[in-house]
């Protein structure tokens, strides 16, 4: 691979000059400047970023750490990073811990998750990133130990337990207040209710505002209309035979998937997802628009997150905007299909 003595010597001029030229510091006469780049060209010459990273203190580079990249969330929040990093001019590397893969718990297996966070940081600072972005597969507290490092750093999907560093989250106990208005404003008052496993803060924060929208319009909350799932298909399944016996006219889930479980047993029975029930789950998972019928659900600011995160991460280093701290908290987005418009023109 050529280098830049190789085209001084082919130019006949200096390194210095070379460097200058490639550099774009200035200085040097449009005849030497059209001549050295003219044989970089012909040469292939392409510039060693990593000793020039050394040389200049700055390497214009985030490193993310993912906790793993198979989860539904994480490749949209990696796209609004990538696509940020386009519009200021960086380029990022990514860390894959395989967290949910490998089964391993940041809590319960705190040992390993300390080490594979050292891990990562370690080789992100040895290759000179200028900041860190910490991507989770879910919203959690990331535990202190993976944040004591000198570097700029930014949680993503996640929270800090430091105020000084950047959470970007999204609000669903929000959207869950306003999927279930949506289904008040549209004549149910019998609304079920299928949530996520207790351990979760998703489960608490939808279950939340799923009740806060039946307290401010009037509606006594029934727990026996709230049955708890586990975010897969069979817990869905399961929760729908419960709840229609018990004559509710819509269901809010807390997740896409177990809402699939919910159309499938309303399948079997013959039930018309739409017309007989009202239906509207949360994610925003591509099988929402293939089902049949298609499915109301909330859409999560993915791509937001990831380049909001960033937006944040690199003003901070570079210093041109007041540093953002503490939790920040984008909106989700109500999107209606036909397992709730077709309720709705039943009624009209």
Same mark, same amino acid.
């Given at each position: 691979m050529a280098?830049?003595? !190789?085209?001084?010597?082919?130019?006949?001029?200096?390194?210095?000059? /070379?460097?200058? /030229?490639?550099?774009?510091?200035?200085?040097?006469?449009?005849?030497?400047?059209?001549?050295?780049?003219?044989?970089?060209?012909?040469?292939?010459?392409?510039?060693?970023l990593y000793a020039r990273n050394l040389k200049k203190g700055q390497s214009h580079s985030l490193g993310i750490i993912s906790e793993d990249i198979t989860v539904f969330n994480t490749p949209p929040i990696i796209d609004g990073i990538g696509a940020c990093c386009e519009e200021r001019n960086y380029h990022y590397l990514l860390e894959n811990l395989r967290l949910h893969k490998l089964n391993i718990d940041p809590v319960l297996h705190a040992g390993k998750y300390n080490q594979l966070t050292?891990?990562?940081?370690?080789?992100?600072? =040895?290759?000179? /990133?200028?900041?860190?972005? #910490?991507? =989770?597969?879910?919203?959690?507290?990331?535990?202190?130990?993976?944040?004591?490092?000198?570097?700029?750093?930014?949680?993503? #999907?996640?929270s800090s337990p430091s105020l000084s560093i950047p959470s970007l989250l999204y609000d669903d106990r929000k959207a869950a207040y306003e999927a279930t208005a949506l289904l008040i404003r549209q004549?149910?008052?019998?609304?079920?209710?299928?949530?996520?496993?207790?351990?979760?803060?998703?489960?608490?924060?939808?279950?939340?505002?799923?009740?806060?929208?039946?307290f401010e319009n009037d509606i006594p909350y029934n727990p026996h209309l709230t049955i708890q799932g586990d975010w897969n298909r069979d817990s869905g399944y399961q929760a729908a035979e419960k709840l229609l016996k018990q004559n509710v006219t819509a269901i809010f889930c807390h997740n896409d998937i177990m809402a699939m479980g919910i159309i499938d047993y309303c399948t079997k029975q013959g039930?018309?997802?739409?017309? !007989?029930?009202?239906l509207i789950g949360f994610d925003n998972l591509e099988i929402s628009t293939v089902c049949r019928p298609t499915l109301s659900t909330v859409e999560l600011p993915l791509f937001d997150i990831g380049h909001a =995160?960033?937006?944040?991460?690199?003003?901070?280093?570079?210093?041109?905007?007041?540093?953002?701290?503490?939790e920040i908290y984008l909106d989700c987005q109500i999107i209606e299909r036909e397992s709730t418009q077709l309720y709705r023109k039943k009624r009209a």
């Open positions: 280098n830049m003595k !190789d085209i001084a010597d082919k130019a006949n001029v200096s390194i210095a000059t /070379v460097s200058k /030229v490639l550099n774009g510091i200035g200085g040097i006469s449009s005849e030497t400047t059209e001549l050295v780049l003219s044989i970089a060209e012909e040469l292939n010459y392409r510039p060693n050292d891990e990562a940081i370690d080789l992100m600072l =040895s290759m000179q /990133v200028d900041g860190i972005i #910490y991507l =989770s597969c879910h919203s959690h507290k990331v535990l202190a130990h993976p944040l004591n490092q000198n570097i700029p750093f930014v949680c993503a #999907y996640c004549g149910h008052e019998r609304i079920g209710c299928v949530t996520g496993s207790s351990d979760s803060i998703h489960m608490r924060n939808r279950l939340t505002g799923y009740q806060e929208a039946l039930i018309e997802i739409g017309r !007989d029930l009202a =995160s960033a937006r944040i991460l690199i003003d901070k280093i570079e210093g041109t905007k007041e540093p953002a701290i503490g």
